[in-house]
């Protein structure tokens, strides 16, 4: 990838045939004199950006770059987006002789990014226009020199011409259509007016969609960018992170420079990394190891002893060696007896299965009943013989090594996705989807990181994305073990494809990856209108018990909830204390995910002012508990005074203090699932098995709605075998409802509810088939309201002071239907009464919105829902079946309806704007549309 324009000049003729021979030598003469006309222009041109310049051709004089002298002598220099950047002796040097030799020049973001951390003689048009190069001086880097230019000052000034040229241009069209508010000017495509009314179910004080689409362009302005060092050089095994000069250590490595041991022994284990005591100890634990352990993961592999035993690097490697040959991992195989035969209780293999000549450590191929399960991340087949990438957010950007969900960034590149470039690292052009292909599927371009940037314009809200201490977030998915837990997808196979999980809480890590690739996220905190936090506490729910480490607070086990609550707290907190962003609004411009069965119910009350957005709508303060599983009970007392929680403070600080939501702050989003579990939706063009349905021009919206036959459908859980005396699971409603349906005969009506053991077939093909479907809680939150939209059945809910997915944002009681708990034996008599009219209009209404309650992103299922439709798209359907024409797009899917939402939120946080777009009303300085307005 080049870094400059390259001149467009002396490209080799074509071949061409005679008859055009005349009109080949008028272009070719043609194109010599408007190369001489701008040559001679530059030539005696005295200003550096002359278009952007004083007195130049804008209509306004753009405003000198401010500079100043802090008192440890540093020079700053405010940059045209509103922030200082520190500059070195010569560069300041550089920059006084600029202002001294075209006094009120003006330096855009994309010249200045240049002036900062590239050749000045290659790339900063100001210098080359005021100080004359060398003609014999060449020092471009070969990868971007053009061969056919012969002279260095010809391939300087033909590149800052047309770098220049755009440059200015950018900023003529932003000045003239914000002074003239001209209404073609806006940061995102123009869209029908239609397109936002969506037959009027959105809120538009709660999600302004047609403002966030006329929204004013915010210029695109490189990324910044430092070159901080940090200790040790985070000993070769960590990443350095040039922003703070602190060092993201992988698992297994701490220190301030990842130069000190930070261990996760196995349960039991002894110094020589083997069980201490697997007779007389009966206690199971994930963790025990009947092998060796891995202590930097608490993984369990054959011993090196064995012929598939695990070899570990020697002891006087550099950190971070990997070991001679990793091993064949021994996840869930434990003895049941010891080499002499003696009995262990936690265990269920003989110990020839496991050690025996044809057992799992030694056969290449053991017997089919030796074998271990092979669940880690990076293993695949039936003998865990299958190499395979491991899972990482966005898998580093294509600019690292992915390592159990932790990226080791090549050289020059940091963060959590390896997406920010150092200052002074050249930009490198990637092949890493050369060498690895299968990247395709999954990877995507962090936009955020572009330099110089590569659109023009850019759509708020600008969301920066926090970078935080592994304990928070990498060290979950290398704790995790299992590769289906917490991430949403996997490689798999020979060929590494790419499949989901069906992990329930998946959209912790679909979410944040949605993010780092948006065009939405920013890399300068100052410019951001939100902050997202990536604490993985959904992901801790996946560990809680496996292990002594991760410990919240350190050193302590907790509950799930608990453990949670607390991490969640202290990420709190370490953004609080190391970083000035929170207490700038209180924490109120700040994004959380609650994903957890009962959300954001047990959520500190530190971190309550904040944005929590999760699937759990429930109002009703005070709240209880409603999970039927003892351990997640969040109205349990918690008490560990030893670590600062007496009893009765988690409580207090937690459940106590807040209900589980508040719409006016919050938001209720959908679940994420992978899009074949809706494959029967006729919005993915399934309208049966007809072959007569697939004839172009014979698929139409009434025989849509039509191919319904039956009245109301629920399948799934009921807690009919639970030991729950109190009914605590689904708040009892599942289990009385099925009462209901047996004494009413529902059957007979068309009315199917029961378990999956006695229901309709194939899941996705029974909602389709169904008028209405039961929306129903489970411990918390369940997918039923998804479920339903999706496949154009009408819901039907039933959960008292519970806000349902974007209730806050949708006029729900046009297109569902609410009963209240107390008239469970209304619901037969209620569907069944809801006139025609009604339902074709509820249908029409679903048809209208559907699409918001999916995410159709990222690429991978982007990819699943076209070959969905590609299966059974037919010419014409797009046209004559409704919501159709929304199947193979991003636009408006849920993650745009969040954005949408977090926009309409904007002035409530930060104030509004003046007509000048200025800032009133706000706590705090921040860069907003137009690249020269100042605060």
């Known amino acids: 990838m080049s870094l400059i324009f390259k001149p467009s000049f002396h490209h080799a003729p074509r071949p061409v045939r005679p008859f055009f021979f005349s009109l080949f030598f008028f272009l070719s003469f043609f194109n010599f004199f408007i190369f001489f006309f701008f040559f001679f222009f530059f030539s005696i041109s005295n200003a550096s950006f002359a278009l952007a310049s004083s007195g130049g051709a804008l209509d306004h004089p753009l405003p000198p770059v401010e500079s100043f002298t802090a008192e440890d002598g540093v020079h700053y220099v405010r940059s045209s987006s509103g922030f200082f950047h520190p500059l070195t002796s010569s560069q300041r040097e550089l920059r006084e002789a600029v202002e001294s030799g075209v006094p009120g020049a003006y330096i855009s973001d994309f010249e200045f990014a240049s002036l900062l951390d590239r050749p000045k003689e290659l790339f900063d048009p100001v210098f080359l226009q005021t100080h004359a190069l060398d003609s014999n001086s060449d020092d471009l880097d070969p990868e971007l020199s053009s061969p056919s230019s012969s002279s260095p000052r010809y391939r300087h000034l033909s590149s800052i011409f047309q770098r220049t040229t755009v440059t200015a241009a950018v900023i003529q069209r932003q000045r003239t259509a914000f002074d003239n508010e001209k209404e073609n000017f806006y940061a995102l495509p123009r869209i029908p007016k239609t397109h936002c009314e969506s037959n009027g179910l959105l809120h538009p004080s709660a999600l302004d969609c047609f403002g966030f689409y006329r929204q004013p362009a915010a210029i695109r302005i490189p990324p910044p960018r430092s070159n901080l060092p940090c200790p040790l050089n985070c000993s070769g095994a960590g990443v350095c992170d040039h922003d703070t000069g602190r060092c993201r250590c992988p698992a297994g490595f701490g220190g301030s420079g990842c130069e000190a041991p930070r261990k996760r022994p196995c349960f039991k284990m002894g110094p020589d990394k083997r069980d201490t005591d697997t007779v007389s100890d009966p206690r199971w634990s994930h963790s025990r190891c009947s092998g060796i352990c891995d202590d930097d993961l608490a993984m369990c592999y054959c011993p090196p002893e064995t012929k598939m035993g695990r070899i570990e690097a020697a002891a006087d490697a550099p950190p971070g060696t990997p070991p001679v040959r990793q091993g064949r991992p021994m996840f869930w195989c434990h003895l049941k007896e010891d080499r002499d035969g003696n009995k262990v209780g936690y265990g269920v293999m003989p110990y020839n299965s496991l050690f025996g000549v044809d057992g799992w450590c030694n056969a290449l191929q053991p017997n089919i009943s030796n074998i271990c399960p092979c669940r880690l991340d990076g293993l695949d087949g039936m003998f865990c013989e299958i190499v395979t990438e491991q899972t990482c957010p966005n898998q580093c950007s294509g600019r690292g090594e992915c390592n159990l969900g932790f990226c080791k960034c090549y050289d020059g590149y940091y963060g959590h996705d390896c997406a920010s470039r150092r200052l002074g690292h050249r930009l490198t052009l990637d092949d890493s989807v050369d060498k690895k292909p299968y990247l395709k599927s999954v990877m995507e371009s962090p936009q955020a990181a572009e330099d110089p940037p590569l659109s023009e314009f850019r759509a708020r809200p600008l969301i920066y994305v926090y970078d935080l201490p592994p304990r928070y977030g990498s060290d979950m998915l290398q704790y995790r073990i299992e590769s289906g837990s917490c991430v949403y997808r996997r490689f798999n196979g020979h060929h590494n494809e790419s499949r989901f999980t069906g992990h329930n809480y998946m959209l912790e890590t679909a979410f944040h990856e949605m993010l780092l690739t948006s065009t939405h996220r920013t890399l300068d905190p100052e410019e951001a209108d939100f902050f997202f936090v990536p604490a993985y506490a959904a992901c801790l729910f996946s560990l809680t018990g496996n292990n002594d480490v991760p410990g919240f607070p350190e050193g302590i086990v907790g509950s799930r909830v608990f453990a949670s609550s607390i991490l969640q707290l202290e990420a709190k907190r370490w953004i609080q204390n190391n970083l000035p962003y929170w207490n700038r609004t209180g924490g109120r411009d700040h994004i959380w995910l609650d994903l957890h069965d009962e959300g954001a119910c047990y959520s500190h009350a530190e971190l309550w002012p904040s944005i929590h957005l999760s699937h759990w709508g429930r109002r009703d303060m005070p709240h209880v508990s409603n999970t039927n599983y003892h351990p997640d009970n969040y109205s349990n007392e918690q008490a560990y005074p030893d670590h600062g929680w007496p009893r009765g403070k988690w409580l207090r600080e937690t459940s106590q203090a807040h209900p589980c939501y508040d719409p006016e702050k919050d938001l209720t989003i959908p679940a994420f699932f992978p899009a074949h579990k809706h494959w029967s939706s006729p919005f993915l063009g399934f309208l049966g098995d007809d072959e007569n349905d697939a004839k172009a021009g014979q698929v139409v919206a009434a025989a849509a709605r039509r191919r319904r036959p039956n009245l109301l459908v629920f399948r799934g859980n009921l807690g009919l075998n639970f030991d729950d005396p109190k009914c605590h699971y689904s708040r009892c409603i599942r289990q009385r409802l099925y009462n209901v349906s047996l004494k009413q005969e529902w059957v007979k009506h068309k009315a199917f509810y029961g378990p999956a053991s006695n229901s ?176």
Not at 789 to 800: C, E, N, R, T, W
């Open 760 to 935: 309709l077939g194939d899941y996705s093909q029974m909602l389709a088939s169904a008028t209405f479907s039961l929306v129903l809680p489970g411990d918390g939150w369940s997918y039923r309201l998804e479920d339903s939209i999706l496949h154009g059945s009408i819901p039907v809910i039933i959960m008292d002071d519970v806000d349902v997915v974007f209730q806050s944002v949708l006029d729900f009681d046009r297109i569902g239907i609410r009963i209240l708990e107390k008239d469970l034996d209304q619901v037969l008599e209620r569907v069944q009464t809801t006139p025609s009219e009604k339902i074709q209009e509820m249908q029409d209404n679903i048809a209208a919105i559907w699409h918001r309650f999916r995410y159709n992103r990222p690429k991978m299922q982007l990819d699943e829902t076209k070959r969905l439709t590609k299966r059974f798209h037919t010419k014409g359907r797009n046209i004559l079946v409704p919501g159709l024409k929304m199947a193979e797009t991003q636009l408006d899917d849920a993650f745009d309806t969040i954005m949408q939402w977090l926009y309409t939120r904007i002035p409530k946080i930060h104030g509004s704007y003046d007509e000048k777009g200025v800032r009133v009303s706000s706590p705090y300085k921040k860069w907003f549309q137009v690249a020269n307005l100042y605060l």
